[in-house]
Nanobody
Framework: EVQLVESGGGLVQTGGSLRLSCALS????????VGWFRQAPGKEREWVAC????????YYGDHVKGRFAVSSDHAKNTVYLQMNSLKPEDTAVYYC???????????????????WGQGTQVTVSS
């Protein structure tokens, strides 16, 4: 069974950086689109970025473009989300998710992702 485990969250000041990790067990990331989502208190879970491993294409939301970057380490079966120039509005629980069905027009849709991690808290202080 595929399981995802996030790590790397924490408390950081405005302008700081964090790197989140998403480790997959029970399989490999080959053939998956790996997405990052976040959910702030009282808000809907929103898509942040993703990496389509089959197509080797990265996608980013406008709200994080230029500040966040997704990367992967095939040997470690891990996908990363490097977050720079963090803002208080980036505060949320961050989730990674994996999908075998997401396409270049559906990668930002939560229901495309069958596997989810437990989430990791990111708090940016002003």
């Amino acid at each position: 069974e595929v399981q995802l485990v996030e790590s790397g969250g924490g408390l950081v000041q405005t302008g700081g950086s964090l790197r989140l990790s998403c480790a997959l067990s029970g399989g490999t990331f080959d053939g998956y689109t790996v997405g990052w989502f976040r959910q702030a208190p009282g808000k809907e879970r929103e898509w942040v970025a993703c990496f389509s491993l089959p197509d080797r294409v990265f996608y980013y939301g406008d709200h994080v473009k230029g500040r966040f970057a997704v990367s992967s380490d095939h040997a470690k079966n891990t996908v990363y989300l490097q977050m720079n120039s963090l803002k208080p509005e980036d505060t949320a629980v961050y989730y990674c998710a994996a999908s075998r069905w997401a396409t270049d027009t559906t990668y930002d849709q939560k229901h495309q992702y069958a596997f989810w991690g437990q989430g990791t808290q990111v708090t940016v202080s002003s």
